[in-house]
């Protein structure tokens, strides 16, 4: 069993900063590979960055690229996800995500085990 607990959501104006974490509780952290998703009202979830087993692999979806970046600490049990430049449109509640199962980075929902509760992120304009 893996449990995931996200924090660092908040209020923040268009162009500013967050910085999400993500500590996660179970064993072998190191070998999951890592996702954030964000999910706005009355829209799908929807992939926001991945990183690989040993943090070199990492991908992103094309609305957060050279904005954000997602990082992760295996000494830690955390996967980081730093939000630069934020718009209005990035507003969302932001899920961690974690696929035991796989080395691969997955985009799409099912490719993921395990899920956070969600922080809420506002960017106001």
């Known amino acids: 069993q893996v449990q995931l607990v996200e924090s660092g959501g908040g209020l923040v104006q268009a162009g500013g900063s967050l910085r999400l974490s993500c500590a996660a509780f179970?064993?072998?952290?190191?070998?999951?590979?890592m996702g954030w998703f964000r999910q706005a009202p009355g829209k799908e979830r929807e992939f926001v960055a991945g990183?690989?087993?040993?943090?070199?692999?990492?991908y992103y979806a094309d609305t957060v690229k050279g904005r954000f970046t997602i990082s992760r600490d295996n000494a830690k049990n955390t996967v980081f996800l730093q939000m630069n430049s934020l718009q209005p449109e990035d507003t969302a509640v932001y899920y961690c995500?974690?696929?035991?199962?796989?080395?691969?980075?997955?985009?799409?929902?099912?490719?993921?085990?395990?899920w956070g509760q969600g922080t809420q992120v506002t960017v106001s304009s």
């Open positions: 179970g064993p072998f952290f190191s070998m999951y590979v």
């Open positions: 990183i690989g087993l040993r943090g070199d692999n990492t």
């Open positions: 995500a974690a696929n035991i199962w796989s080395r691969g980075v997955g985009t799409t929902t099912s490719d993921y085990n395990y």
